[in-house]
T-cell receptor, first 117, second 116 residues
Framework: AQTVTQSQPEMSVQEAETVTLSCTYDTSESDYYLFWYKQPPSRQMILVIR??????QNATENRFSVNFQKAAKSFSLKISDSQLGDAAMYFC??????????????FGKGMKLTVNP | EPEVTQTPSHQVTQMGQEVILRCVPISNHLYFYWYRQILGQKVEFLVS????????KSEIFDDQFSVERPDGSNFTLKIRSTKLEDSAMYFC??????????????FGEGSRLTVL
């Protein structure tokens, strides 16, 4: 069975600085997706960034980028120029690849990020 | 922007009572999900639903749980006889289309269930 581990329950960062959130996973599949979802207080979980395992290039979305190390089964999220609005729970998630299906997400426990002004 | 909405936001119930959690997915979405998160634990998959039937369910989703889409818009999760360990945040999610899976699920804000 696939598992996702986020070992840091909480982190804090100063506004405008950079922070890295770590995630490891375990799977026997060779192709899969990895995700970071963000959940602001009392708001929905929203997708931050996605990485396809077959792609060697690390995904980036504006201030968000990942460091995907397939052999090490590591998938960290880097937030550059942190903003107050980045304060949220961050969830790392895994999904196998499928077509036309209801493939489920396997989540980590989440990590609470605090951004200090 | 279209959103997944969930009601109630918080429900307190007595052990043994039936609870129905409601979700209105985004209107053109085809796949529907329930997840739950017990306080301090991982977000866990409960069930997925497509074409008016369950696609997949986890071992958590036993005979006490059921889902239905009664009217083409609502998607409900029913717990027939609640237990203390059912206390959790329940998240509804939906996905847009068939074909290549892109992974983007759209989540509601969650319904917090407290069983006393």
């Amino acid at each position: 069975a696939q598992t996702v581990t986020q070992s840091q329950p909480e982190m804090s960062v100063q506004e405008a600085e950079t922070v890295t959130l770590s995630c490891t996973y375990d799977t026997s599949e060779s192709d899969y997706y990895l995700f970071w979802y963000k959940q602001p207080p009392s708001r929905q979980m929203i997708l931050v960034i996605r990485q396809e395992a077959y792609k060697q290039q690390n995904a980036t979305e504006n201030r968000f980028s990942v460091n995907f190390q397939k052999a090490a089964k590591s998938f960290s999220l880097k937030i550059s120029d942190s903003q107050l609005g980045d304060a949220a729970m961050y969830f790392c998630a895994y999904s196998r690849v499928g077509f036309g299906g209801s493939e489920k997400l396997v989540f980590g426990k989440g990590m609470k990020l605090t951004v200090n002004p | 922007e279209p959103e997944v909405t969930q009601t109630p936001s918080h429900q307190v119930t007595q052990m043994g009572q039936e609870v129905i959690l409601r979700c209105v997915p985004i209107s053109n979405h085809l796949y529907f999900y329930w997840y739950r998160q017990i306080l301090g634990q991982k977000v866990e998959f409960l069930v997925s639903f497509y074409n008016n039937e369950i696609s997949e369910k986890s071992e958590i989703f036993d005979d006490q749980f059921s889902v239905e889409r009664p009217d083409g818009s609502n998607f409900t999760l029913k717990i027939r006889s609640t237990k203390l360990e059912d206390s959790a945040m329940y998240f509804c999610a939906s996905k847009e289309r068939e074909g290549l899976y892109t992974g983007e699920l759209f989540f509601g804000e969650g319904s917090r269930l407290t069983v006393l």
